[in-house]
């Protein structure tokens, strides 16, 4: 099968990308270096072509008790424009996807779910719809989103779309949906809107100064924040108990998957933990961790983290924070830690 | 276009070679191989006086996304090895050639199969 393309494909090979496979879409990796990159965004503002992410539009008169119903945040709490990051879970209290819901008006809402996981989240949505009045449309093919993110993208976006934005909260410029969202942990904002525009936005934030980041850096900048990563941090079978995310759940709203976690919640269970290595090194997935000369786990992420100098990863441990652990890279025992997140 | 000093011996597997007066060769990366690697940012260097057979990986270059293994171009005693980059492995991307080299190898017997520095280029062409 052959790749994907963004439509701004000739635009990143022109910039010096190196292209690589990611969820079936050929996307830049890399332009500079992923350090360089990873610091323009915490130190200036970058930009972030990720049109291979989903969106799903829910319409009628139903989409808040229905998206309350599929995901575990109760949407009536939300107000016309809020955005809210929260998760979709299968009747085991399992995580299907990880999604920010968008509430445009009543009657309207859009999920962004991950690139590899739009088609299993459209059938999920559709399977459990019979009951609630409202249509569901995957819009994914026909929209594009731009990520604009560090401390200098309100003033950029302020500049190109005269506009501003303010944290999980979305505004409609024209043809386009501006959101104070990311997955970075920096001021700044999402685009989304229909893909022949995508070009015009790109070229714009790009003259205006932002610096192009490839998916490499937006790996490590999610990862300093302890942001998961679909089909790493959780892959089917991670519970939201189990990823440390209680705070997306509202308990007071009946959602598939909370019995599961309202028994998971008595027993005890292993909890995805930072990591955080004393030692020099760089850390990888899979990387074995152990405890008391005892493997315990193994590292669903792990990199370096450029701002620290240091390796941090996540793994899902039944300690304490503060607890000593090794990793086992190439037969030597690394020291590291259990720290909270985020690491920055 | 990556740099390729004539001055220099070179391996398929990309590191570079320098023979002293004393027979010792000094050993770095190329300059084509820092650049596929990217940002180095941890080396992990063998200890003086370890000895290795040629082809054996003797240190592991890190960038943020991958680990090369780096291979003992001949067999034969690490003499010297360069601690600086252990602080500032990002000297290996600033200058391959210069500051950034890695070990110096005592070998046990005269080069055999190095590439020169038109094969080389040739090689990554």
Same mark, same amino acid.
């Given at each position: ?49 990720? =049109? ?9 008169? &139903? ?41 445009? !008006?009543?009657? /309207? ?10 088609? %299993? ?8 719809? !019979? /009951?609630? !009045? ?17 401390? %200098? ?20 410029? =024209? ?61 089917? =079978? /991670? ?12 308990? &007071? ?5 909370? %019995? ?12 995805? =933990?930072?990591?955080?290595?004393? &030692? ?65 | ?14 590191? #570079? ?83 950034? #080299? ?24």
């Amino acid at each position: 099968m052959s790749l994907r393309k963004t439509p701004l494909s000739k635009q990143h090979i022109e910039l010096g990308a190196k292209m690589v496979d990611f969820a079936g879409w050929e996307m830049p990796i890399q332009y500079s270096s992923i350090i360089s990159e990873h610091k323009s965004v915490r130190e200036t503002a970058g930009i972030f072509d990720v =049109s291979h992410m989903g969106q799903i539009f829910v319409r009628g008169p &139903d989409v808040v008790k229905f998206l309350s119903y599929i995901t575990t945040w109760n949407m009536e709490r939300q107000k016309d424009g809020d955005c809210r990051y929260c998760h979709i879970l299968n009747e085991k209290g399992q995580i299907i996807d990880d999604t920010i819901v968008y509430t445009i !008006n009543p009657n /309207e809402c859009l999920l962004v779910p991950n690139a590899s996981k739009i088609i %299993e989240i459209r059938d999920w949505l559709l399977a459990h719809s !019979n /009951e609630f !009045n409202v249509t569901i449309q995957d819009l994914s093919d026909l929209y594009f989103c731009l990520a604009l993110q560090g401390p %200098e993208a309100p003033r950029l976006l302020g500049q190109h779309l005269n506009t501003s934005v303010n944290s999980f909260q979305l505004k409609k410029s =024209s043809d386009v949906i501006v959101s104070g969202t990311g997955y970075t942990g920096e001021l700044g904002c999402e685009i989304i809107g229909p893909l022949d525009q995508i070009e015009f936005h790109w070229e714009a934030l790009l003259d205006m100064g932002a610096i192009p980041i490839g998916l490499g850096a937006r790996d490590t900048l999610r990862l300093e924040k302890g942001y998961l990563l679909s089909g790493q941090d959780f892959k089917g =079978s /991670e519970t939201t108990l189990e990823t440390n995310y209680a705070w997306v759940i509202d308990w &007071d709203h009946d959602f598939i998957g909370r %019995e599961a976690l309202m028994s998971q919640k008595k027993t005890k269970y292993s909890k995805l =933990s930072g990591i955080l290595l004393e &030692d020099r090194g760089v850390l990888r997935p899979g990387c074995p961790v152990f405890y008391n000369n005892t493997k315990v786990s193994e590292l669903t992420s792990g990199s370096l983290s450029p701002m620290l100098r240091k390796g941090i990863g996540l793994s899902y441990l039944d300690l304490d924070i503060d607890s000593k652990i090794t990793l086992e890279v190439r037969g030597k025992h690394l020291n590291a830690r259990v720290v909270r997140t985020p690491f920055l | 276009m990556s740099e390729v000093p004539d001055n220099l011996s070179y391996t398929k597997d990309h590191e #570079w070679m320098l023979i002293d007066d004393g027979g010792k060769v000094r050993v770095g990366i190329t300059d084509h191989a820092q650049d596929a690697l990217s940002d180095v940012v941890f080396v992990e260097l063998p200890e003086i006086g370890t000895k290795f057979s040629e082809g054996d990986a003797m240190a592991v270059a890190e960038s943020v996304k991958a680990a090369s293994d780096i291979y003992a171009p001949v067999s034969g005693e690490i003499v010297e090895v360069n601690d600086k980059l252990e602080e500032s492995p990002e000297l290996i991307n600033e200058s391959p050639y210069g500051v950034g #080299w890695m070990v110096v190898i005592m070998p046990d017997n005269k080069l055999e199969n190095t590439l020169d520095s038109e094969s080389y280029r040739k090689l990554i062409d």
